[in-house]
């Protein structure tokens, strides 16, 4: 007797190796897929203006970079003794305005040559709801506790959303047409929005990815729906969102604080992600890399032993031989 709706996945073309160059842009569980690939040594590098959690906010993050937005100081504000920016995540305030500025522009500067250089582009949606700076009417990343009567909320439509997710697709494809994007909606819950407004939000995101995306007839699952642009670029949806609601679909997969999922959950779908995105010949070299990272992690008794100093000659042979054949670095 079957007691899970298991997700089964395919396993999807153009592979991540370890010659790939990865870019993810988005909401906290970008966060933690990123942190899974740059454990093991992938070229990964996550959200430079830190956690976006909204469609118009990752939009206004690719087309500044590409374009080669400079930050200055019309577009930074005080705030609580902090420097701020309302395209940006807290992570990058600063008390020092000048710093704080000079890390926007070279943010946006690594994002254009990230963006140009991907083999892959992970888009994490968290929500459907935007904030409104009423001052600019403009979209912000972070609304960084300025008072809430300055913003007005709103809730995108899928056809705005889709406009978005268009207009970002275009962006990339016109600088690296041969880069695939991958679209996930983010299992984190915005109870904050209301338990129904969360689900509408969540819907609108998911609605929108597969109308951009569509259906391939040829395609057996519909959990992995793939098609390319006229442009050349290959879209993509990764079902993290469902697995969370619909496969492990229980509270002890969850944080204490019941919306954010704990590390069992994280790493259950990082498997399904490896599966179908990490090409097999790569999973010898990725359990190398854990070797070396468990050896670097742990703490001997006696660090001066004839044992332990062994252990690091044999260390340092591994990290040596993954750097010599992949360029791997520690």
């Known amino acids: 007797m079957n007691f899970r709706t298991n997700i089964q996945l395919q396993k999807e073309e153009n592979q991540i190796d370890y010659a790939s160059k990865l870019l993810l842009i988005g909401s906290c569980f970008s966060e933690n897929i990123s942190k899974k690939l740059t454990y093991y040594k992938f070229d990964a590098a996550s959200n430079p ?172 699952s519909p959990l992995s729906l793939s098609t390319p642009l006229k442009t050349g670029l290959a879209e993509v949806y990764f079902p993290s969102f469902e697995m969370m609601m619909d496969d492990l679909r229980d509270y002890r997969f969850y944080n204490s604080d019941m919306i954010h999922p704990n590390e069992t959950a994280i790493d259950y779908i990082w498997e399904q992600f490896k599966h179908a995105w990490i090409d097999e010949n790569t999973f010898s070299v990725m359990k190398e890399v854990e070797t070396v990272q468990k050896g670097l992690a742990h703490k001997p008794f006696n660090s001066n032993s004839e044992q332990h100093q062994q252990f690091l000659t044999d260390l340092q042979k591994k990290i040596t031989l993954l750097k010599n054949n992949f360029n791997i670095a520690f």
């Not at 976006?52 to 019309?74: D, G, H, R, V």
Request: net charge positive; hydrophobic share 40%.
């Open 49 to 220: 203006f830190g956690i976006l959690f909204n469609p118009k906010a990752i939009e206004t993050l690719i087309l500044n970079s590409l374009n080669e937005k400079m930050y200055t100081e019309k577009d930074v504000f005080l705030l609580n003794e902090r420097w701020h920016c309302f395209n940006a995540h807290s992570d990058l305030s600063s008390t020092d305005k000048n710093e704080l500025l000079e890390n926007l522009n070279t943010a946006i500067k690594a994002t254009n040559k990230r963006i140009r250089e991907s083999t892959h582009i992970i888009i994490t949606l968290g929500t459907s709801w935007i904030y409104k700076f009423i001052e600019t009417d403009a979209v912000v990343g972070n609304c960084h506790k300025v008072p809430q009567k300055k913003f007005s909320k709103e809730l995108l439509s899928v056809d705005e959303i889709v406009a978005t997710l268009k207009n970002i697709c275009l962006q990339i494809s016109e600088v690296n047409p041969k880069t695939t994007v991958i679209f996930t909606v983010s299992p984190v819950r915005h109870i904050k929005d209301g338990f129904v407004e969360n689900s509408v939000s969540k819907a609108h995101l998911i609605s929108a990815i597969h109308n951009l995306i569509g259906s391939r007839k040829e395609k057996i």
